[in-house]
């Protein structure tokens, strides 16, 4: 397992997307923005989602989804079908089958197109599926589907830079990596407090190896957003990888303080020991 990916998965990020995952990308620098696609990476074929976990749930859960799946596709009431639909992306929710998950909150908005709130859950939980997808080809499609719905609420109100930053990080991960970037700007200078812009421009430039850069962002976050555990940690993990010993020690030090979660402990202790 890479380095990124297992501080991905103690830190537990839901709504950012795995480094391994986006092109290789230089974020911030003033001669401007280039990007590599990785050679490794290969498209592959994803089954229906409807049912790419039909036998994945556990046995608790597997009876009501049945029951659920039957009233979406027999009931003649379209607010039963739709809480159906709900309930059944909650389900697969809780089990981590968040493809599964996002798939039904879109069945529930074929329902009822008209609901935005609906549109927004549904974008949301695409996001989050794309944001753990590991092969090329779900990222693509998940991503399709996010832009789909938050951008039907976008369309509504431009001021929601909360679903602005979810929308440009899908087009990181894409061919056309700039347009994403380019969102992520705006967000900024529109407010340059922007958690999540912050967030994931630090992200972008630990990924694109701009460490000091990197660190910059996330100096910029824990100033303004200074309960951000993971942006403190990964100002911890730029520090250490721009050779900052000092800084990096005393900031990991910082991190322990703020958490008692084991996980996160072990991880910044791994770095300590290095140190």
């Known amino acids: 397992m890479k380095k990124s990916q297992l501080i991905l998965i103690v830190l537990g990020v839901v709504a950012v997307i795995g480094l391994y995952a986006l092109p290789k990308v230089v974020v911030d620098n003033e001669a401007g923005t280039t990007a590599v696609e990785d050679p490794n ?30 009233t979406l596709t027999s009931s003649e009431e379209s607010t039963e079908r739709i809480e159906a639909a709900k309930t059944l992306a909650s389900i697969y929710q809780t089990e981590g089958m968040l493809d599964s998950a996002a798939y039904f909150l879109g069945e529930a908005v074929e329902l009822n197109p008209s609901d935005l709130g609906l549109i927004e ?27 789909i719905y938050l951008n039907q609420v976008l369309e509504k109100d431009s001021s929601r830079l909360d679903l602005k930053t979810k929308v440009a990080m899908t087009y990181v991960s894409s061919a056309n990596p700039m347009q994403g970037i380019t969102m992520m700007r705006e967000i900024l200078e529109a407010d340059p407090q922007n958690e999540d812009g912050l967030f994931n421009m630090g992200i972008l430039s630990m990924q694109s190896g701009q460490y000091k850069r990197a660190a910059e962002r996330f100096e910029e976050l824990v100033k303004y957003h200074p309960d951000n555990i993971q942006g403190q940690f990964y100002l911890a993990v730029s520090y250490f990888e721009s050779k900052e010993k000092n800084k990096a020690k005393a900031q990991f030090e910082e991190v322990k303080k703020m958490t008692q979660d084991p996980m996160i402990l072990e991880s910044v202790q791994s770095y300590l020991d290095r140190l």
């Open 41 to 70: 990476a290969m498209p592959s074929s994803t089954p229906d989602v409807s049912e790419l976990h039909e036998n994945g749930l556990s046995s608790d859960n597997r009876s009501q989804a049945d029951q659920l799946k039957s």
């Open 121 to 147: 859950e549904a974008g949301k939980a695409y996001y989050e599926a794309f944001s753990f997808a590991l092969d090329k080809t779900k990222v693509e499609n998940m991503a399709e589907k996010t832009r």
